[in-house]
């Protein structure tokens, strides 16, 4: 099992910045992969980030050059910084975690419980 608390969301204006941090209750390194996605009303949720074991990342096109994904393997934590927010980014965004499990066929995704990004124009 794998526990995510995401922390970090909220209101900013256009152009503004903001951190999201995500502390899982297991090493990260028997973790696959971590990853940010997003949930905008009305649409599917889409990937925004993703950082792997290896620490390779991720990203979608939308938020190249603008967000970040990082992790600090002491705490046990994914971060996203957001850079250059638009109002497209608004949307609730999920951490989650990708790792082999006993009896499951592939890698098992756990999700968080979620944290809203508004962008006002």
């Known amino acids: 099992q794998v526990q995510l608390v995401e922390s970090g969301g909220g209101l900013v204006q256009a152009g503004g910045s903001l951190r999201l941090s995500c502390a899982a209750s297991?090493?990260?390194?028997?973790?696959?992969?971590l990853g940010w996605y997003r949930q905008a009303p009305g649409k599917q949720r889409e990937l925004v980030a993703l950082i792997t074991t290896s620490g390779n990342t991720t990203y979608a096109d939308s938020v190249k050059d603008r967000f970040t994904i990082s992790r600090d393997t002491a705490k046990n934590t994914v971060y996203l910084q957001m850079n250059s927010l638009k109002p497209e980014d608004t949307a609730v965004y999920y951490c989650?975690?990708?790792?082999?499990?006993?009896?499951?066929?592939?890698?098992?995704?756990?999700w968080g419980q979620g944290t809203q990004v508004t962008v006002s124009s």
């Open positions: 989650n975690a990708r790792r082999a499990e006993v009896g499951y066929y592939g890698l098992y995704a756990y």
């Open positions: 297991v090493s990260i390194f028997s973790i696959n992969s």
